[in-house]
């Protein structure tokens, strides 16, 4: 079974840090392109970060710019989003998806093949 898993969500005070995971279960992820997207109550699901499948080639949005960072561990078949100077309207609920292409985007979510059940960040003191 094709699965993803994201994990690492939780509450956080602003200000702080937390490391999202995202596992990939009966397929290799390198050769996929992964997106990390979020989804706020009542907000349109907004793309957050991607990294190609070499990994040559990332991509955040303006809003995490400087704040968030897209890694890939192919020992782990993991690739990670840490997320660092968190704000409230960070808080969200978190997305990996896989994309077959290779390429990877944040502008859409459509080209992607795979998605995870997704993980909670509250940000809140």
């Known amino acids: 079974q094709l699965q993803l898993v994201e994990s690492g969500g939780g509450l956080v005070q602003p200000g702080g840090s937390l490391r999202l995971s995202c596992v990939a279960s009966?397929?290799?992820?390198?050769?996929?392109?992964v997106g990390w997207f979020r989804q706020a109550p009542g907000k349109e699901r907004e793309g957050v970060s991607y990294i190609s499948s070499s990994g040559g080639s990332t991509n955040y949005a303006d809003s995490v710019k400087g704040r968030f960072t897209i890694s890939r561990d192919s020992a782990k078949n993991t690739v990670y989003l840490q997320m660092n100077s968190l704000k409230p309207e960070d808080t969200a609920v978190y997305y990996c998806?896989?994309?077959?292409?290779?390429?990877?985007?944040?502008?859409?979510?459509?080209?992607?093949?795979?998605w995870g059940q997704g993980t909670q960040v509250t940000v809140s003191s």
């Open positions: 998806a896989a994309d077959s292409s290779g390429i990877g985007t944040i502008v859409a979510a459509t080209p992607y093949d795979y």
């Open positions: 009966g397929f290799t992820l390198d050769y996929y392109a």
